[in-house]
């Protein structure tokens, strides 16, 4: 399971700018991100509830002088909120918290009708709208690191050896086979098995080193063997200083 801190709370409370779609919150280096990665990296293990928060089930993290809270939700979970403990006190922060807690529920029972029932609101920290979107942009951009890095390694692992190499992706299982074909340069073949989304085809052919992106075709069988359930397979033509390019690169 992994913590990631809100937008808000990374901006507001650790000083933090938001960095690259490519770099996820989970992984800033920062001693309070890191410590609620190792303590709730389990589903179980050593928690501490913050038992002035009534309204929802909130954890503490301590490293240092840092004090945060942590709102597990499955994978990913919340820090909500976070700041220092002042020198001399131990839990002065987490009396902050239940204060203003407690002001931000009566704030809402001023404003709302039927009012709370629990002693505190804390749905201002909770992860908001633009926290999930981006999330949902993390997971894409992940899923696209980790289909470049399969292709590369599938196509690079048939080139040495001329066999049909499988990898999987999203659930989806990857297979490449790359040959040399007599006067015609290096034939590559890509079979995609599994219920896959709409763009995931293209963009796995296209992540295909040296191949012309308007040079797929689909094919009725793989070069040595009938298609199997479930696989859709295209084939192109390799760019041999392509081909050359990337068995340097990994070699």
């Given at each position: 399971m992994t913590?990631?801190?809100t937008?808000?709370?990374?901006?507001?409370?650790?000083?933090?700018?938001?960095?690259?779609?490519?770099?996820?919150?989970d992984?800033?280096d920062?001693?309070l991100?890191?410590?609620?990665n190792?303590?709730?990296?389990?589903?179980?293990?050593?928690?501490?509830r913050?038992?002035?928060?009534?309204d929802v089930?909130?954890?503490?993290?301590?490293?240092?002088?840092w004090?945060?809270a942590?709102?597990?939700?499955?994978?990913?979970?919340?820090m909500?909120?976070?700041?220092?403990?002042?020198?001399?006190s131990?839990?002065?922060?987490?009396?902050?918290?239940?204060?203003?807690?407690?002001?931000?529920?009566?704030?809402?029972?001023?404003e709302?009708?039927?009012?709370?029932?629990?002693?505190?609101f804390?749905?201002?920290?909770?992860?908001?709208?633009?926290?999930?979107?981006?999330?949902?942009?993390?997971a894409?951009?992940?899923m696209?690191?980790?289909?470049s890095?399969?292709?590369?390694?599938?196509?690079?692992?048939?080139?040495?050896?001329?066999h049909?190499?499988?990898?999987?992706?999203?659930?989806?299982?990857?297979?490449?086979?790359?040959?040399?074909?007599?006067?015609?340069?290096?034939y590559?073949?890509?079979?995609?098995t599994?219920?896959?989304p709409?763009?995931?085809?293209?963009?796995a052919?296209?992540?295909?080193?040296?191949?012309?992106?308007?040079?797929?075709?689909?094919?009725?069988a793989?070069?040595?063997?009938?298609l199997r359930?479930?696989?859709?397979?295209?084939?192109?033509?390799?760019?041999a200083q392509?081909?050359?390019?990337?068995?340097?690169e990994?070699s």
């Amino acid at each position: 399971m992994t913590v990631r801190p809100t937008i808000r709370c990374l901006r507001e409370e650790l000083g933090l700018g938001l960095p690259p779609i490519d770099e996820p919150l989970d992984e800033i280096d920062h001693p309070l991100i890191r410590k609620a990665n190792e303590q709730f990296a389990q589903p179980t293990g050593p928690r501490e509830r913050i038992r002035s928060i009534d309204d929802v089930v909130m954890f503490k993290v301590k490293v240092q002088r840092w004090r945060g809270a942590v709102v597990e939700t499955g994978d990913p979970s919340w820090m909500v909120t976070a700041g220092v403990r002042e020198a001399g006190s131990r839990d002065d922060f987490y009396e902050a918290l239940a204060t203003a807690a407690v002001a931000a529920r009566a704030r809402y029972n001023a404003e709302h009708s039927p009012p709370l029932k629990t002693s505190t609101f804390c749905g201002q920290w909770l992860a908001s709208e633009d926290d999930l979107d981006r999330y949902r942009a993390e997971a894409a951009v992940r899923m696209l690191r980790v289909m470049s890095e399969t292709v590369r390694r599938l196509v690079c692992a048939s080139l040495l050896d001329g066999h049909e190499h499988a990898g999987e992706v999203s659930g989806a299982e990857l297979g490449v086979l790359v040959r040399g074909a007599e006067d015609r340069g290096t034939y590559v073949a890509m079979r995609i098995t599994g219920s896959v989304p709409d763009n995931f085809v293209a963009i796995a052919l296209d992540l295909v080193p040296g191949c012309d992106r308007d040079g797929w075709y689909p094919e009725f069988a793989m070069p040595d063997r009938p298609l199997r359930p479930g696989e859709q397979v295209y084939s192109n033509m390799m760019d041999a200083q392509a081909a050359a390019r990337l068995l340097e690169e990994t070699s």
